[in-house]
């Protein structure tokens, strides 16, 4: 299973944060600073993952 | 209220619910009502004071019989609540349920927007609006009814699935209970005593 | 719904069970030894066994895996031996097939296995053992006869240590779940030990003691009376004196800020629980869903507990959550009791919003089988794609989805819903902010927020789906085109999805369409996406009062550029067709 790191945006606050993606996962994604689901994925990520 | 219809034999009837003071305490229903004339195909609006009671759904009964309604709106409350109640209601006057479509008018408007008379009248008059222009194509629908086999299978040979077959075998029904051990039991079998009662597992 | 037809490996058990009378005499002359199972491979037991003295059925039976050999026969004593002539090699797996009109799953759950826990030394300290394996040292019909002895010198400990959430609440290790039974089960352990043994000394290394159930607080003292020590921290580490065997655990007493120093003649770790292996293949036998913690998801956590997604499919028991013995059995009560419903009805209707596919229409291209959550649509390439009526819950992700729309979603229709955009946005669309709820949740988290009086600017107009995959691009796109200045498209959060996962098509679209937003020139930000559950009245009025503002912030200019941006599709001259021509209904 590969890991990528993955830069989203809320569409709400215009707050932008990375996070670990699993090849797999099935999450529900939440903004860390005002709670909306509006996470848009960004097209790419700003470096690899380790 | 009748109007003559203005389309191919479209009749819709909207019914517009005070409910007490709960909707028509915030919205002015008497405005919601006379708006609703004035949208296509409707052909008859009555206010009533609880649409979801017996007299309420009695005036839905014998308008739907007086002015020939094929289509039914109620603007009342959450249909997670009564849309059971006034699909039957519509049925037990000839139509089919599938007629019938609701607007939200408590939940969704009186109860939140309780400071804002006007905005609340203009989001019910909107929320009719809504539900007649659904309604204007509704079409009946006909509930597939499907025959059940009657026998369970319960999957797994624990104390849950031993438990749930013996229930369902003493309600009288067959069942099939798979096991992948050699031995019905599950990991219930490998324990020594069991808490609260501190009493032996098998 | 309310017929499956199921096929099942009944596999070869070399026994007759109808003629084994349990005698043993086979397993007597058996020369194989091999770990027992049952006794947590603390005892051994011959190829050719009973698995525990009370099994049922109570009948011998073969290990094909360690037997020497049947064909050519290398030993065959066990079938010599044997005076009922029960034993036959010529035995072979059978594949039997039956129809059922409901299912309940109770696959239960997995003892964690602490191996890769190094730090415990489960598999490098003999004393070290799982709570598992305690079951067996303490029980009369264990390998030790109940006598409780420590594996190294076999005999009688008098210090003994219980590390609670060994494989539980360790989000670090991924197993973030409490498994719920371990505390009782530890509380109950150190119950026995006092009551053979009342010469030892039990302590308990813990984060929480969960004693909740009826009763449980009241064993929980008892054990505190009975002088074991609960002792707030988890060890990090435990090491073994070589010479003695005897076992030193270091641990942070969080009570009292200071590390203590145990020296135990032995550890018992008490295991959590976890999804067994054959939870995914049952899960994708029967279309089932599983929360993040890898148990089945039922279809409602409060007020369907025992109903699968799949309709006539009942949980029970530790597959869907790790559960003591009187939840289990309550559990199975209630889940017989549905699936019995299900049984005396004989016959089940089904709501009419089912979805159908225009065969003329259907181009083949096999999207809408990919996007059924519940398996219900059959293709083959080159066909028009069916709909199982019987299967179909009524998401609409198949219609949502289909680009030649050939597929109409009884009783939610495109034009349906396409005419509610239009009639709600048909004056002032600029003051509007324009709602698509999914029925199960959103629109009853707006119903809550109702209920609870919650006050919110009466900007918003909601329009109801039953799942938010339903939501189309052309549907959102009407909504720009009559003007709204801002969309929100909301549903079920992952966990609550009533159509298993069809939300995260919802997902998908949406991230779609916010890249063609973006490229048509409109801001992506006017359309929003949010997950609201039926209990959720709070965030759901908070999210109006977020996106009031955000209207505001929308100009004229945009609203007349997303007004005109996005080519209404050919099918909007179909919509519009059968707006000036309705059928009529079937008044009397």
Redesign the interface.
Known sequence: MTATLERFRC??CGHEFQEVVQEDE???RTCPRCR??????LKKAAEPAE | MTTESTNGGLRVGVFVCDCGSNIAGVVDCAAVAEYAKTLPDVVCVVRNRYTCAEPGQNEIRQAIRQHHLNRVVVASCTPRQHEPTFRQCVLEAGLNPYLMEMANLREHCSWVHQADRAAATAKAMDLVASAVGKARLLQPQEEMSVQVTRTALVIGGGVTGIEAALELAESGHKVVLVEKQPSIGGIMAQLDKTYPTMDCSI | MGNFTVTIRKKARYVDPGLCNACAECAKVCPVVTPDEYQMGLSSRRAIYIPFPQAVPSSYVLDMEHCLGNNPVACGKCAEACEKKAISFDDRDQIVTREVGTVVVAIGAEVYDPTEMDDYGYTRFENVITSMEFERLICAGGPTEGHFVRPSDQRQPKRIGFVQCVGSRNPRMGRPWCSNICCMNTVKDTLLLADHYPDTRSVVFYQDIRAFGKSFEDMFQRSKEAGVRYVRGLPGEIHEDPRTHHLIVTVENTTSGKLERHELDMVVLSVGLQPPADLRKISSLLTLSKT?DGFFMEAHPKLRPVDAPTRGVYFAGMCESPKDIKDSVCQAGAAASRAGALLNAGKVTIEAITSRIDEAACTSCGVCVRVCPFGAIQWTKGTPAVVVEAMCAGCGSCAAQCKPGAITMRHFTDEQIVAQVRATLAQRPEEKVFVFACNWCSYAGADMAGISRMQYPASNRVVRTMCSARVSEEMVLEAFRCGAPVVLVSGC???DCHYI?AN?QTVKR??SM?AKLEKAGVR??R?????ISAAEGQKFAKVMR?LDELRRTVTPEEIERSRKAFKPKVRRAAAEAATAAPVPGTAT
């Open positions: 569409m709400a099935d999450k529900e909306s689901n509006s996470i848009r994925k | 993040s959060h992952y966990a996962n995260r949406v991230q916010w992506p930000e359309l929003q996406l949010e997950w977020q």
